[in-house]
């Protein structure tokens, strides 16, 4: 009985999740924001370009990195393997001591630092590979991890695997360079806009993931009486008829003083009534109390809350909310149960809305692409699929490409972040719709590789 009723619940997700057909609407402007806040927003932007063109000049420094080896190593010898390692065995003699060990290649190596979700410092390493299914993975508490040439993951026998090891034998010291000015210059454009400061949601923000009320709650109150017949009409007819209703004006106000004290939750519905009866800026204020995560890959709620976000955040003038909530859509970053490709296929990037603004589009989103160092705290960085997609929809599409082949071909840049322009650039192609056009470019990416260290070139296959 509880598998009909699992399965059964499945299939009523599956039908509410691909029941929602086509992404967001377009205005009378073509662009998914409306004219005013599209008017708030360039006043802004060209404040923050005339800001950014007198700002110092910012160095900025690579990950640190190095070049290693990744080998695998299954079976009885996994132990006896790791204890070599412990004691300084070389890598010619690990290799001729365990012959059946696999080399999986050589990569750029990369350490990031982060902080987990109990807020503890941890580090990870990075490979860029060109087939991504297969990245190795290294990951350890701060506290733990020291730089030496070999780092290892020891697994023990299960009954579902027998025991394996996973070694990395770094070929060079960690090391981070300064990136050539005209690439800082691109991250410090990329802050200059995207302030580190904000966040679109606040600390206290609750997930809302399964929206329902209680019958006796003020905002379920006031939503049963928006339901009569008389409020079945447009906005402007709806504020006149709320102007002359003292009931409707009572049950509003109880909702949205508990709502604004946070002791109730509110809903878009709710919100878009506090858009029209009071502000944008307090319909914005709830917004941002509120996660919206999706019950399935399908589910474009967390989208939609994000969309309207920006919105309000445009049109009042809210930039650093405006801007981050735009890039989290354009890089479809947001909660979900599961994110299938068939999902991600119909999900639009829309950075022409970006492009409208008169920002240097190119420079922003090449610069939350590159990796580094020393970000301000809250940097954002974009995904480099998602963002490798908007290239390809791009007005300036032309002077992408050219920059990003120059970038892969740039010895003075850090070879992680070529890898990563190198990425950016194979799922950029991917989406270029004419096929002679994504052939040439291919060839042209193909040039550009040979520039690469050997160790990088070699693991490189353009299909």
Partial sequence: MKNIFFLSACFFFSLLCFGQNGEFAKNDNGLIYSGKAMGELRHIVDSLNLKFKVCENKEFYSKKQSSATCISLKGEKSRLASKDIDGGISYKDFIEKYPEAVVKGEYVFAVYKYKDYKER???????????WRDTPYYETLAENFKEQQWYYLYHKKSEYSEE????????????????????????????????????????????????????????????SYMKLKKWKCDWEKKIELFNEDEKAQKLFNEALDITLKGDERASDEFEGYVTHFDSPQKALFL???????????????????????????????TWEIFLRAHLDIMNDRFNRMSDGSYAQAERQTYIKELEELDINVPDLLLGICLRVENPSQNHYYGSISRVGRALSESKERVVFEQTMLNMVKDSELDDYNRMLIYCLFVNYNHFISDEAVRLASKEKLKEAIVTLPDYLKNNIEIK
């Fill in 121 to 131: 410092e941890k580090i990870s390493f990075d490979f860029i590979t060109y087939d």
């Fill in 164 to 223: 394996e090891l996973t070694v990395y034998y770094l070929h060079r010291k960690l090391e981070s360079i300064s990136l050539p000015e005209k690439y800082s210059r691109k991250v410090q454009y990329s802050e200059c806009l995207v302030d580190t400061t904000a966040q679109v949601f606040f600390e206290n923000a609750n997930d809302d993931m399964f929206p329902s009320y209680d019958s006796k709650s003020k905002v379920f109150t006031f939503l």
């Fill in 287 to 317: 917004k941002r109390s509120r996660k919206v995560v999706g019950q399935c890959s399908m589910d474009r709620s967390p989208r939609y809350h994000a969309l309207h976000i920006a919105e309000l955040a445009g049109e009042t003038a």
